[in-house]
């Protein structure tokens, strides 16, 4: 059965507490090779059908209205296993 991945990220131009606490503990460990980290969200979907354009879409769709908050958070990857 495909999987489809969808990768949902916070919008570039909001801050990311969760991914500044991490880069803040990264620092205090010693770890200055990074210079910024931030979270998102993996959904992976699996389907009983083959992928098509169709399907596709309608995984889109959910990303954009149920996966993600189009307010604050951008889907920035749908792919099929």
């Known amino acids: ?38 979270i998102g969200k993996r959904f992976e979907v699996t389907v009983d059908r083959p992928v098509d354009d169709a399907l596709l879409a309608e995984v889109r769709e959910l990303a954009a209205d149920i996966f993600s908050n189009s307010v604050i958070e951008d889907v920035v990857s749908l792919t099929v296993l």
Request: hydrophobic content about 45%; charged content about 25%; cysteine-free.
């Open 1 to 38: 059965m495909p999987t489809i991945v969808v990768e949902v990220m916070p919008k570039a131009e909001l801050l990311d507490p969760q991914g500044k606490a991490v880069a803040g503990a990264l620092a205090r460990l010693g770890k200055t090779e990074f210079s910024g980290v931030r």
